[in-house]
């Protein structure tokens, strides 16, 4: 360390990693001494305003937001190539790995045919992606694709690429410093349980970062999380993680580091570690730490890490003040603690990862919500759920073990396994209108559960094998059963799924559930048994044995030393053979033609991969910002509107803008694929941005769906045909919306897409981290309403028109003023807050996006 910083052994250790990325880098230019003086500062007052550059050494990516940055780099080869460049120079400087996971759907389950049948299907609707995704692996260096049916990419990371300390040669020396990352995925926090430092960026960002371009950041403040105690006999890793989201995001920790401390930590097993570190973006957080300890070691030894890296993980954290020893008391921003035999059984709903519900308070929190509702109860009919597929409110529909978030823990995947087992020797079953599906994060969960026994408990219960992927977790729930669907609609029910994932947002599981519950795997496996959310698991049975007695819950929930019993079945010998030939991929995945050429050959058909416009009238030059003159107001939308609700998602519906546009290109309703598939074709894209179907425009009051109205013909029309019209009118358009806009997964395209149907503005309460960060990435401006200051006080209507001056001379955090114009030619200045938070956010503005700004700065380097 540089003698001028003095003692820093209490900054937190999450600090520390960075600390050690600005040391490595500085240069006098991008890192300062003073950068440094300023993390020094930080130990006084836990805050500081100071922007910092960061360098991440890898990136990792998924299908859905892999895809369209690959499609991204693509493009900007052919905009370096029409601008004079050497194409060569769009490149990865930094290690890029991208997991296909997200792309596996639930078409068939319920039988040992389900896996192979899936995966068929997968790779016939894919092909044309897949092909891309192997052009990119050999027209661009370090990139490397993990084939699909082989893991989720965080699971992937935490068993296999993660190395906690990175290492290098230079020349006859070899450098070793921590891995760090940034992923296309929010969850990518999920390898903070090991240890390193990660979190999940907007596509654009990351495609800047592995082009070179730093992470630019405020310093961050860092909550303390001081766990205590021991779990009790019963309770599960996602109870407790339930219950850390739960006190988090009533915290309050948007933007900032949560780093995980205390005794507790000695008896947390590192895939409890990384299960809460997983749920950082429920929580809010930027990441949630752990650092480095005897229980990092045991687990890099298990799961295959050489012994080599395992005694470099230990020397180098030792040596750098990264290691956690008993009674560690880091300074913190502010600081929470939980005595971990507190936590109790919960599940989350009915629409939000954060609203934890005690076991057996689900039936009530079932009701309050269905209070809610609107119900015509003229066609409402009760009725009871039987053995011909009956259904009545509250019915059960999906049961799916599903996710990175608990799939990557061998305690619940076992504890699921032992309850199945159980059940099935008591003679319970399956309510026969559950969808099940059993979707491992890696082929190791399906090694150990086969060691143990258990995969044919399962499987009686019908959580099958589907595919390793992500699937329900993200909406791939595939189709409901023709008469359960059927009974759903006709009847107006609500009714639930219940399973193993970190989102649950409204629409996003399926069109047809309205409440959703996220739960711990083996209780996804007793809500199949149940049938129903309103059955209260705690005194209600689930069933009767061949006997006729009552089977409770607590008749088959497995001890802690059943389960303990069971986890010697996880060797290393099977991490060791899943990883051997990861990149390989199956027969399938080999055959796939590959063109050798450093530009892709666009197909001028094709429905997956399109060229994007982004850098269609781009110029060496940037041009003057104009100021936003009489846009037009898109939408209003009010609080907690996330990037589900913005970016599309899910299954592409018929009637939709974007199902019109499939149908016009001769594409068959079956063959539509999922708009995660089609991210690569921006004209399907931009048709589905602010096209989901819970999604509620205040604009037009009483109707869900992507609807808004035209102004001033005031006729009514979906979001991208009026933007559309606005664009034939040479109109901009302006996004107003409450708190949290844009809150959920890093998803580019709900920026891209906003960008795309001409979207110069979003004016909201405030924002989620990475959604900031990709609407200026896409030339976006993004405004915050002052204190008392909202769309309800200023009783907008979407009838006003928007006009703002000045942005040729804007700066970051400065007020910007606002001029509403009414209808009857009234005008209202209000002032907003930029919040354009950094100098390297405001350049990247100033050019139009970020990778406009990467293009022009690759062509005026010297060759």
Known sequence: MAPFLGDIDRLPKSMKVLLENLLRHIDGKSVKENDLQAMLDWLSTGHSDREIAYRPVRVLMQDFTGVPAIVDLAAMREAVKRLGGEVKRVNPLSAVDLVIDHSVTVDNFGDEKAFGENVRMEMARNLERYAFLRWGQQAFNRFRVVPPGTGICHQVNLEYLGKTVWHEQQGDQCFAYPDTLVGTDSHTTMINGLGILGWGVGGIEAEAAMLGQPISMLIPDVVGFKLTGKLNEGITATDLVLRVTEMLRKQGVVGKF??????????????????????????????????????????????????????????????????????????????????????????????????????????????????????????HKNATDDENGGLSDGAVVIAAITSCTNTSNPSVMMAAGLLAKKAVEKGLKTKPWVKTSLAPGSKVVTEYLNAAGLTTSLDQLGFNLVGYGCTTCIGNSGALPKAVETAIAARDLTVSAVLSGNRNFEGRIHPLIKTNWLASPPLVVAYALAGNIQINLTDDPLGQDQQGKAIYLKDIWPSTQEIATALEAVKTEMFLKEYAEVFNGDASWQAIPIESSLTYHWQEKSTYICQPPFFDDMKLIPEKIEDIKEARILAIFADSVTTDHISPAGNIKPDSPAGHYLRDQGVKIDDFNSYGSRRGNHKVMMRGTFANIRIRNEMVPGIEGGMTRHIPSQAPMTIYDAAMRYQQEAIPLVVIAGKEYGSGSSRDWAAKGPCLLGVKVVIAESFERIHRSNLIGMGILPLEFMPGIDRKSLALTGDESISISGLAALSMGQKVSVIITDNDGQQRKIETLCRIDTATELTYFQHGGILHYVIRSGLSEPV
């Open 258 to 379: 949560v780093e995980f401390y205390g005794d507790g930590l000695a008896d947390l097993p590192l895939a409890d570690r990384a299960t809460i570190a997983n749920m950082s973006p429920e929580f809010g957080a930027t990441c949630g730490f752990f650092p480095v300890d005897e229980v990092t070691l045991n687990y890099l030894r298990l799961s295959g890490r050489s012994d080599q890296q395992i005694a470099l993980v230990e020397a180098y954290t030792k040596a750098q003040g990264l290691w956690r020893y008993p009674g560690d008391e880091p300074v913190f921003t502010c600081q929470l603690a939980l005595d971990l035999a507190t936590v109790v059984t919960s599940l989350a709903g009915p629409k939000r990862p954060q609203d934890r519900v005690v076991l057996s308070q689900v039936p009530q929190a079932f009701t309050a919500f269905k209070a809610l509702e609107i119900h015509n109860e003229n066609n």
